[in-house]
């Protein structure tokens, strides 16, 4: 065995064509999104005020294959195909017969996975004459994507930072405004419901439903606007499957086809990015394990409710079907700042209450052990989102090696680590916490779920 990792490259001949639709496999239909006023499904009328329509399509389109745009691609060749590595040093570390390859989506300009839906969002909205773009972003990889392809495509853009994450990653909020990005603490004094928010609690961390709440209502109020969002919905997924498309094909190259798929899920694109085209052969009868990854500060999977509910504070979005916390739920402030989401989106949640992946928790101070391993091994450091697959990875391989299984695990390393050093500095230093949700919190914000259907 080699005692360096193995990278698995493509050419840029194999840069995907076309992205991955799980809508036109899945076993059953998914439910609708709701009009929240009217309690009816949400119509192309209803998204049309931030959204362009090209995205709408794309968001309820059945077709299995959609074409990626060839200005899209042409961004794309920047960093894509990106590399599949198989960790050789940290397999030796562990003395597992499980072989371990990782998906490096870090490569990117912006260093994370964001990119894949940043670019094309920006291209579909300026194709329709949006002049600028608004967002939230947690931990600042979001906002950071979107900043990028907004300059590429001569946008606008403005950024909703929460703001636990955006005093405690100063240089993502540079990152963006380098880009020429307009970054806001969120929440914030510019909106309704920031104002709502500050009066409630001048002292909010704030979260993703609040700063999502901001960057709509901006969008709403601004006929020039348009609302950009980086996780949740069916469009944002799609984008994200250049990743698994990719990695199938760099394993196939090499004799191998992944057992196990591994990603960390805060709102679902990262999972959804590199899993569905590995739920596709699921769905044909192959055996492939699917691992959703969540902190246990804000288990929506592991601990929320199977329900219609808002995706943002405010209550300006559709109604989702969705595993939720209550959309007035604050987590606490992990590093882990783009895992911090109250729901999940609508395909992630059909797909683990219907058994066809499966979710694990876990608190902050396991899962920087395993991200210190890892940097140690493979020479990456990891962004917190993508540690948290690291960590069960890591259990995973620990776990073959018990039975004496060599298993092929892949994981999604979805950014690296490089503006989150303060979290490592907290964690080697002793001063970082584990942070569990108590269950009485996740009742009370259960309480303030919208009347709606049951799923």
């Known amino acids: 065995m080699s005692d360096v990792r193995t990278k698995i490259l493509l050419d840029e001949s194999h840069l995907p064509t076309h992205w991955y639709n799980i809508l036109a496999d899945l076993p059953n239909p998914p439910k609708p999104p709701l009009n929240p006023r009217t309690g009816e499904?949400?119509?192309?009328?209803?998204?049309?005020?931030?959204?362009?329509?090209?995205?709408?399509?794309q968001e309820v389109s059945t077709e299995r294959w959609i074409p990626i745009p060839e200005p899209v691609r042409d961004i794309y060749r920047l960093w894509r195909p990106t590399p599949l590595y198989r960790a050789h040093r940290l397999e030796a570390a562990l003395g597992t017969p499980a072989r371990i390859y990782y998906k490096y989506e870090g490569v990117s300009p912006a260093g994370s996975h964001k990119p894949n839906t940043a670019v094309a969002q920006?291209?579909?909205?300026?194709?329709?004459?949006?002049?600028?773009?608004?967002?939230?972003?947690?931990?600042?990889?979001?906002?950071?994507?979107?900043?990028?392809a907004c300059n590429l495509f001569g946008l606008e853009c403005t950024v909703y930072m929460v703001k636990v994450s955006y005093h405690q990653k100063p240089?993502?909020?540079?990152?963006?405004?380098?880009?020429?990005?307009?970054?806001?603490?969120?929440?914030?004094?510019?909106?309704?419901?920031g104002r709502a928010v500050l009066k409630a609690d001048p002292e909010s961390p704030g979260s993703l439903g609040i700063a999502i709440s901001e960057a709509v209502e901006d969008a709403a109020t601004h006929d020039d606007t348009n609302y950009a969002l980086g996780s949740v919905l069916n469009h944002v997924l799609l984008h994200q499957t250049v990743i698994g498309l990719e990695a199938k094909e760099q394993l196939a190259s090499v004799g191998e086809k992944a057992d196990v798929v591994i990603a960390p899920c805060g709102g679902g694109s990262n999972l959804g990015g590199i899993a569905f085209p590995f739920l596709a052969d699921r769905f044909q009868g192959?055996?492939?394990?699917?691992?959703?990854?969540?902190?246990?500060?804000?288990?929506?999977?592991?601990?929320?409710?199977?329900?219609?509910?808002?995706?943002?504070?405010?209550?300006?979005?559709?109604?989702?079907?969705?595993?939720?916390?209550?959309?007035?739920?604050?987590?606490?402030?992990?590093?882990?700042?783009?895992?911090?989401?109250?729901?999940?989106?609508?395909?992630?949640?059909?797909?683990y209450h219907e058994g066809h992946i499966q979710a694990r928790a876990y608190p902050q101070g396991p899962v920087f052990e395993a991200a210190i391993l890892f940097a140690r091994h493979e020479g990456i450091v990891p962004a917190p989102e993508s540690a948290h697959a690291v960590r069960a990875a890591v259990d995973e391989a620990l776990a073959c090696k018990e039975r004496g299984e060599a298993r092929t695990l892949l994981?999604?390393?979805?950014?690296?680590?490089?503006?989150?050093?303060?979290?490592?500095?907290?964690?080697l230093a002793g001063r970082l916490e584990d942070l569990e949700y108590p269950q009485e919190a996740i009742d009370r914000a259960l309480e303030d779920l919208p009347q709606a259907p049951a799923i």
């Open 171 to 193: 240089y993502r909020r540079s990152m963006m405004e380098t880009w020429g990005a307009t970054v806001h603490a969120s929440p914030s004094d510019r909106t309704q419901a």
């Open 41 to 57: 499904p949400v119509s192309p009328d209803d998204l049309a005020a931030i959204f362009p329509m090209a995205l709408i399509e």
């Open 411 to 427: 994981l999604n390393l979805s950014g690296h680590g490089h503006f989150d050093m303060g979290a490592y500095d907290a964690y």
């Open 286 to 351: 192959e055996e492939v394990q699917v691992l959703a990854v969540e902190p246990s500060a804000c288990p929506t999977l592991t601990r929320g409710q199977y329900a219609y509910d808002y995706g943002d504070v405010a209550g300006l979005t559709p109604l989702l079907p969705m595993y939720t916390l209550g959309r007035s739920f604050v987590p606490p402030g992990i590093h882990a700042g783009g895992l911090r989401y109250h729901g999940d989106s609508a395909l992630v949640s059909q797909l």
């Open 122 to 148: 920006a291209f579909y909205n300026k194709q329709a004459g949006i002049r600028r773009l608004a967002t939230e972003t947690g931990a600042g990889q979001w906002g950071s994507a979107l900043s990028l």
